[in-house]
């Protein structure tokens, strides 16, 4: 089985919130890490699709990781690719059914999961996301990415948690207030450490 191992820089999610990162594919992570895909004529697509991206070309890029992927459409790298293209350009149903479909084509790789969970944080179903990230570390304990993200989505689980236990009662309570204070004081120290 060819490395399946996929680079990782940042990816936008809503403001006041720790960003989740996404595994993401940029020509120079991919060169250093001698991950292009085996076949020439795909490397070259995908070589091709990175500069027309980094060049904020991204329709052209995306349009030739359509094209790569009519010729060889189980390609792991680019389908990832687009997914991920897709990702930045909000498109995230599309987003979403590649990664869910790289789940079942490649259910030993955990970076499809962690960019799931990626998705499902931005849109706030924090239950869901928790539960792609310890799938994705179930399947690479190291992937230090999901066990970060999954640090953030437990950080905002706990919040919301303390949110509701504040609600719930009927007089206040000054520990509550502290860890309320606290979860939410350590959330904005990461969101600014994200940016």
Do not use: C
């Not at 795909?42 to 091709?48: G, K, T």
């Not at 329709?59 to 030739?64: H, L, S």
């Amino acid at each position: 089985m060819p490395d399946q191992t996929l680079p990782s820089p940042l990816l936008p999610t809503p403001r006041r919130q720790p960003r989740l990162r996404a595994r993401r594919p940029f020509l120079t992570a991919l060169l250093t890490l001698g991950l292009l895909a085996p076949a020439w004529s795909q490397a070259s697509e995908l070589d091709i699709a990175q500069r027309q991206w980094l060049a904020g070309q991204r329709q052209q890029a995306v349009g030739t990781l359509e094209a790569a992927l009519k010729q060889t459409p189980d390609e792991l790298k680019l389908r990832f690719a687009l997914g991920v293209m897709r990702m930045e350009m909000g498109q995230l149903s599309s987003a979403q059914q590649i990664f869910i479909q790289l789940t079942e084509d490649f259910p030993d790789l955990a970076d499809p999961y962690n960019n799931l969970a990626v998705i499902h944080a931005g849109q706030g179903d924090l239950d869901r996301a928790r539960n792609e990230l310890e799938q994705a570390l179930r399947l690479q304990p190291s992937h230090a990415q999901a066990q970060e993200n999954l640090g953030d989505v437990l950080l905002r689980q706990a919040l919301r948690a303390y949110q509701r236990a504040q609600e719930a009662m009927a007089a206040p309570s000054t520990s509550l207030a502290l860890k309320l204070k606290r979860t939410h004081d350590l959330l904005q120290e990461a969101s600014s450490r994200s940016r």
